[in-house]
T-cell receptor, first 114, second 112 residues
Framework: DTGVSQDPRHKITKRGQNVTFRCDPISEHNRLYWYRQTLGQGPEFLTY????????KSRLLSDRFSAERPKGSFSTLEIQRTEQGDSAMYLC????????????FGPGTRLTVT | LAKTTQPISMDSYEGQEVNITCSHN???????ITWYQQFPSQGPRFIIQGYKTKVTNEVASLFIPADRKSSTLSLPRVSLSDTAVYYCLVGGGVSNDYKLSFGAGTTVTVRA
C-alpha cells in the first residue's frame, strides 16, 4: 500500500495527558499537511510542511500543539495537556509540488479526550 | 465571503445520475476547481479537478461553463457506495495556495 498512513487510528486519553500522532506520506510527495475535522464539519487546515520546513501554522494550532517532519519524511503531531475540545479527527495529507490542490489523505486519527 | 456554495444535501436512487452544482462567483483567473469525496470515518479522497470546459475520469465528470462562476460534478449511475459527502473547492493556482478550505459539503444519499 503506497498511500498515506496514520498511526494510531484511534486514541482515547484523559484530559491533561500528552498525545502524539504519526503520519507517513506518499514517499515521493514533498508537501505534507495536517487538518482537523470535527463532527459535521469539513476538515480545517492546521499546518503545512515542505520537505522538513514547517512553512505555515494556522491560528487553530495553539501553543499546546507542535508538529515536526524530521528529514522531510514522516511527520508527528503532538498535543500537550489535552483538553476535551481537542477531541476530533486529525487528518494528514500529502501532495507533490504541482498537485497542490490534489492532496492525498490518510485515514485519520480519531482522538477522544475524556 | 464564502468561496463556494453548494447544496447541503441531495437524495438519489441507485442507477440514477447525480449532478451537484457549486457556485464560485469570485473565482480567480488562476484558480482550479477541485472536488473531494468523503466517506464516514475516512479522509477525503480527491476525485476530479478542472480549469475550464469538461473533464472526465473513471469516477465522475466535471462541467465548467465559460464564465467559470459555477461548476457541476456529475456522478453517473450511482450505487449505494456513492453515499458520501462531496466537497467543492477552488484555488491552487499559485504556488503559495495550498490550504484546502472545506465547507460543509453536499451530503449525497443514494437509496436502493
Amino acid at each position: 500500500d503506497t498511500g498515506v498512513s496514520q498511526d494510531p487510528r484511534h486514541k482515547i486519553t484523559k484530559r491533561g495527558q500528552n498525545v502524539t500522532f504519526r503520519c507517513d506520506p506518499i514517499s515521493e510527495h514533498n508537501r505534507l499537511y495536517w487538518y482537523r475535522q470535527t463532527l459535521g464539519q469539513g476538515p480545517e487546515f492546521l499546518t503545512y510542511f515542505q520537505n522538513e520546513a514547517q512553512l505555515e501554522k494556522s491560528r487553530l494550532l495553539s501553543d499546546r500543539f507542535s508538529a515536526e517532519r524530521p528529514k522531510g519524511s514522516f511527520s508527528t503531531l503532538e498535543i500537550q495537556r489535552t483538553e476535551q475540545g481537542d477531541s476530533a479527527m486529525y487528518l494528514c495529507a500529502s501532495s507533490s509540488d504541482r498537485g497542490r490542490y490534489e492532496q492525498y489523505f490518510g485515514p485519520g486519527t480519531r482522538l477522544t479526550v475524556t | 465571503l464564502a468561496k463556494t456554495t453548494q447544496p447541503i444535501s441531495m437524495d438519489s436512487y441507485e442507477g440514477q445520475e447525480v449532478n451537484i452544482t457549486c457556485s464560485h462567483n469570485n473565482i480567480a483567473t488562476n484558480d482550479y476547481i477541485t472536488w473531494y469525496q468523503q466517506f464516514p470515518s475516512q479522509g477525503p479522497r480527491f476525485i476530479i479537478q478542472g480549469y475550464k470546459t469538461k473533464v472526465t475520469n473513471e469516477v465522475a465528470s466535471l462541467f465548467i461553463p465559460a464564465d467559470r462562476k459555477s461548476s457541476t460534478l456529475s456522478l453517473p449511475r450511482v450505487s449505494l457506495s456513492d453515499t458520501a459527502v462531496y466537497y467543492c473547492l477552488v484555488g491552487g493556482g499559485v504556488s503559495n495556495d495550498y490550504k484546502l478550505s472545506f465547507g460543509a459539503g453536499t451530503t449525497v444519499t443514494v437509496r436502493a
